[in-house]
């Protein structure tokens, strides 16, 4: 029998897709400047004169967001999560005893790549909703020789930041472990100094922090790591793509590892141009800014906060919704009504605003603050609307 598949029906996108976009203010993807979106519709060579330059610059670029004078500052095509196994792929080897310190669902995921490259993962979980110390980190270093750690520095699912990187970062060094940092949701909302805190590795991914597009993600690993880790390994790592000694090729040597997402890497370009533009301490101080605002007109309409302002991260707000109400039925009215898309959670009753990039505009905050009030309202929770947005508006102006 010689049956033909038939032509299918498909409507275009524009049926598909809402008539006027939605301002995206939940835990990425995040809303794109209009350099950056022009920037993503350009095709190029992948290799060649041209391309070697926009590889540089972003290389520069990079190492001034991650705050490293690496050489090893490496893109690749792929979600935050590719990067996250790239950077975990190349510096934990079989047999690996890694410290996986967990308070959350993405720093989970960072010790089941860990074990998926048959690593040796140890868990330190964190008490709900709270960052690491410093202190439980060296009860585990002292009790035992660890090769690497592995942390995030903002844990997008329940808004926790872990605040001590830095110390972290020096006591990891001290025992002899590699630090290995998750900063997809943070990089260029808060301050990271890679060097100065000597982290082996940070993670990042585009659509977040950076404000760029989602499936082109940049990471950087110290020279030490590197020459420890990477370029002294005998065996092969399990990953050919994810391979860093390969993408070292195409990152440094201007040759081909396989053939790079041109338009997403000169989106990234223009997203870093811009950092680079403002420049970081101006970027923290917005981010600072906007989500201090945001989370004062939260608390002034009468709704609370997850997570208490000592390991509260600032890059994406969870706010507790009210028994009475449905998490999802306020993401479903805020989106159907005031065209405003936020985020809920993994399993807890919340929902998240996120406040990276593009989204800690003020303009931003009014409409979604304004949307999240009305929408819970509607919904039967009782809160002071008018106050909400009046303690936005005087925090803003401060
Ligand atoms: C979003 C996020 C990731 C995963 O990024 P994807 O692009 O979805 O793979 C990892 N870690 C953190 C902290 C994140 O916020």
Known sequence: MNETVSVPHIVPLSEIL????????????????????????????????TMNRVIAQVKEMGRYVFQTNSRYVLGVGGPGSAAMEMAVANLVHPGDKVLCICNGYFSRRLAEMVARVRGEATLLEVGAN??????????????????????????????????????????????GALVIVDAVCTLSTMPLEMDNWQIDAVITGGQKGLSSIPGVSLLAFSER????????????????????????????????????????????????????????????????????????????????LLVTREHRLNSVVGIVVPDSVPAPDVLAHMS?????????AFGLNIVRIGQMGEQSREHHLFRTLHALGSSMKALGASLDLPAGMAELERSLSH
């Open 130 to 175: 709270e960052g690491v110390s410093v202190e439980a980190v060296e009860r585990a270093l002292r009790s035992k020789r660890y090769d690497a750690i592995t942390l995030v520095q903002g844990e997008t699912s329940n808004t926790v930041c872990n605040r001590e990187l830095a110390a972290i970062g020096h006591l990891a060094r001290e025992h």
């Open 225 to 304: 790591a590197w020459a420890k880790k990477i370029a002294t390994r005998t065996d092969l790592p399990f990953h050919w793509v994810l391979d860093a000694g390969l993408a070292d090729k195409f990152w440094n040597q201007k040759s081909y590892h396989y053939t790079a997402p041109v338009s997403g890497i000169l989106a990234l370009h223009e997203a870093l141009r811009l950092i680079c533009g403002e420049t970081l301490p101006k970027r923290f101080e917005r981010h600072l800014h906007c989500s201090e605002a945001l989370q004062a007109g939260i608390e002034g309409m009468g709704l609370q």
């Open 18 to 49: 809402p008539d006027e976009p939605l301002l995206m203010m939940g835990a990425g993807p995040v809303p794109i400047p209009q350099s950056v979106a022009s920037a993503n519709s350009i095709v190029i060579n992948h290799l060649g004169e």
């Open 336 to 344: 159907r009504v005031h065209r405003v898309e936020i985020s809920g």
